[in-house]
Every structure is written in C-alpha cells, then in structure tokens.
C-alpha cells in the first residue's frame, strides 16, 4: 500500500542554520505530495504542495521539489527562524476516486533555538 | 471567518463511558474528516464523509460511530470508551476536488484520555 517515510526526529538547530527533513513515498500511482505543519497547541496547516514531478512547491522561505526518480520530496529552509519550531509532516494524496485520503507520514518535530 | 470549530478541547472518560466530539464549519465545504493523531504514529483516517447523508470508514473505525446531517456539522461518537481510544483527534474538511489538490483544512483538536 501507500506510505511515507520521514526523517525521525527530533531535529535541534540554531537560528539561521539550513534545514532539510527528507520525505520518501511509496505509491501505486501519481499521487499529489504536501507539506503539512502543526505550531503547539494547533491543529495542521498546510505550508506547501506540489502536484505532479519535476514541481517545486514553495512558501514562507519553505521548498520542496517531487522527485519521480528518487520518489522523494524534501523540506528544505535556508534559514531557520525560533519562529519555525513545530511538526511539519509530509503527506501524499491521489486524484481520482480515491482522492479523499491524505495518507500522512509520522510527523518531525523541529525545535529552533535563538 | 471560525474556520473548523472542534468542542471540547479536552475530555477525559472513564472506560465504558460514552461522548461525542463535535465539529463544525463555517467554509461550505463538501468533504469532511476525522483523524486521530497518536505520538509518533502521524494522523490515521477515521472516518469522512463527502457531502449531508454520505459517510464512510476510513483506516481505523473501530470504535467509532459519525453522522452527517448537515454540511456544516460532523460529529464523533465514541460509543464504549476504551483506554486504546485515547488519542488527539482531529476534525477537517475540504473543498470537493478531482484532482486531490485542495488543501485540508483542520481544527485545533479534542484531547481525549480514557481512564
């Protein structure tokens, strides 16, 4: 069936530092791949998307590229900030009739220190 | 603008006991869910339902009960508390979408613990 794998956590930079958590999937098909983030106390929100290979998707310094090849979409940030301290999960979805199921990975909890 | 508005934020239930969590949202969105969020273990599908009157299983509904009368309201019914059931849960809805594009929107979550 349909997975993704994330780097575990949990991931401890300082301030300004480059950030990278790798997503790898497993899927049947040609699914969507996202980016979710979840601060304390709150629920998920979207941070980035991107629908089809070779698509990088990008937001609040935030980027990812789908890599069909590698079947991978990494987050990467070049410069962290206290402020990005959260859960940031990867998750994938189909289109089609299947395409209510976002099927998440197990989430990578980010601490940013000043 | 409420977006998803989940009640209570935390419960704690003794075993065998019953509750439902409530959701609603204020968005006109047709797909509704609910996922359960254990520590490490990322969020798991519940159930979900795809319009008022249509519901179905997701990954994990044993031990749960939805209902969809409303395009506005979802509510979870936890019919015999168990202490496997404590959990975050979530509540979130989307806009209908063919291409599996259209973001999820979530509530804050109802902390649960079966006691």
């Known amino acids: 069936g349909d997975s993704v794998t994330q780097m575990e956590g949990p991931v401890t930079l300082s301030e300004e530092a480059f950030l990278t958590i790798n997503c790898t999937y497993t899927?049947?098909?040609?699914?969507?791949l996202f980016w979710y983030v979840q601060y304390p106390g709150e629920g998920l929100q979207l941070l980035l998307k991107?629908?089809?290979?070779?698509d990088k998707g990008s937001n609040k310094g935030f980027e990812a590229t789908y890599r069909k090849e590698t079947t991978s979409f990494h987050l990467e940030k070049g410069s962290v900030q206290v402020s990005d301290s959260a859960v940031y999960f990867c998750a994938l979805r189909y289109s089609g009739g299947s395409n209510y199921k976002l099927t998440f990975g197990k989430g990578t909890l980010l601490t940013v220190n000043p | 603008n409420a977006g998803v508005t989940q009640t209570p934020k935390f419960r704690i239930l003794k075993i065998g006991q019953s509750m439902t969590l409530q959701c609603t949202q204020d968005?006109?969105?047709?797909?509704m869910y609910w996922y359960r969020q254990d520590p490490g273990m990322g969020l798991k599908l519940i159930y979900y339902?795809?319009?008022?009157?249509?519901?179905d299983k997701g990954e994990v509904p044993n031990g749960y009960n939805v209902s969809r009368s409303t395009t506005e309201d979802f509510p979870l019914r936890l019919e015999l508390a168990a202490p496997s059931q404590t959990s975050v849960y979530f509540c979130a809805s989307s806009y209908p979408d063919r291409e599996g594009v259209s973001p999820l929107h979530f509530g804050n979550g109802t902390r649960l613990t079966v006691t």
């Open positions: 339902s795809v319009g008022a009157g249509i519901t």
């Open positions: 968005m006109n969105h047709n797909y």
């Open positions: 899927a049947t098909g040609y699914p969507s």
């Open positions: 991107a629908t089809k290979a070779d």
